[in-house]
């Protein structure tokens, strides 16, 4: 099933990445597309604001790894979120134990998945988003049959 959606500010982004996290489910992994500044980090910000998480997108080990602590319906729930723009190899992905990661939290998302398409079948959706002017972004979520 595929979605399209044109965002034209950074909150229309969040706020879409929000309605898009309302229909999401325990064990969900999500894959990030899209140039650098395309606004992947701020639809993953939405997501966290629907979760209720803490803002940690400026701590120590960002950009590559965080985990975040968040609610939903008063339950606790983990959401891991990498961003593999920096990394090199598929054997430093395995290194840092890329896969135990995603299937241990509520909900992982990555950003750059794309690098790695070893791990595509691991996408239970694919959010793709790309510039189509100074502040406006094509958005367009696939969800996998799972
Ligand atoms: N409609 C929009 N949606 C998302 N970001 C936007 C939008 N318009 C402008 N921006 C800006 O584009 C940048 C996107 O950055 P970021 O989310 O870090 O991109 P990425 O993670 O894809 O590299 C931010 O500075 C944001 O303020
Ligand atoms: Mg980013």
Redesign the pocket.
């Known amino acids: 099933m595929t979605e399209e959606f044109l965002?034209?500010?950074?909150?229309?982004?969040?706020q879409q990445a929000r309605e898009f996290a309302a229909g999401l489910h325990s064990g969900d992994i999500v894959a990030?597309s899209?140039?650098?500044?395309?606004?992947?980090?701020?639809?993953?910000?939405g997501i966290t604001e629907f979760f209720n998480c803490d803002d940690q997108l400026s701590s120590p080990t960002f950009p590559l790894f965080n985990i975040y602590e968040g609610t939903i319906e008063g339950e606790e729930v983990t959401l891991h979120h990498f961003?593999l723009?920096r990394i090199q190899s598929l054997h430093e992905l395995e290194a840092i134990g890329f896969e135990e990661y995603l299937s241990s939290a509520f909900l992982s998302v990555v950003?750059w998945a794309e690098k790695f398409p070893e791990y595509a079948s691991l996408y239970t959706a694919t959010v793709e988003?790309e510039h189509t002017g100074?502040?406006?972004?094509r958005?367009v979520i696939n969800r996998n049959a799972r």
């Open positions: 965002s034209s500010s950074p909150e229309e982004t969040r990030l899209g140039q650098l500044g395309a606004g992947k980090t701020e639809f993953m910000r961003d723009y950003e988003l100074e502040e406006s972004r958005i």
